[in-house]
């Protein structure tokens, strides 16, 4: 059988303050540490979540910029069609692009992309 004695009563008082020290000392601190690591955690998966989305509607514009600027070029591609003594001399040269031309068309382009791109961003 159990005595309750005096050094059960200081064992058990040993065991509460050991047990508030352990509380205190290092499950409080790890338990915030969890939490803090948690919501970083969240705020780096929101940050991915936007990132994300912002990455998603730039490619929508730059498809959609693409497409227009390509059936821009489709619409107004210069031909050589304009030089009938080519086309006396060459009839096979009628309608085909002059490469100059095409070159300047692409530069320009190309500027125009650049200038929309930079606005949107």
Known sequence: MIDI???????????IIAYWLIKIGIL??????????????????EHIGS???QI??????K?????SFQRFFSQ??????SKPEVAQEAPWVINQ?????VELEQQRLKERLLKAWDKHV
Do not use: C, G, M
């Open 5 to 15: 004695n005096l050094t059960l009563i200081v064992q058990i008082i040993h065991f």
């Open 51 to 53: 990132y994300t989305h």
């Open 63 to 67: 498809r959609s910029l693409w497409i």
């Open 28 to 45: 409080r601190p790890l338990l915030n540490l969890i939490v803090q690591y948690d919501e970083y955690d969240a705020r780096i998966k």
């Open 76 to 81: 107004h591609n210069p031909t050589s069609s």
């Open 97 to 101: 692009p002059d490469h100059r031309l």
């Open 56 to 61: 998603a509607t730039k490619e929508q514009e």
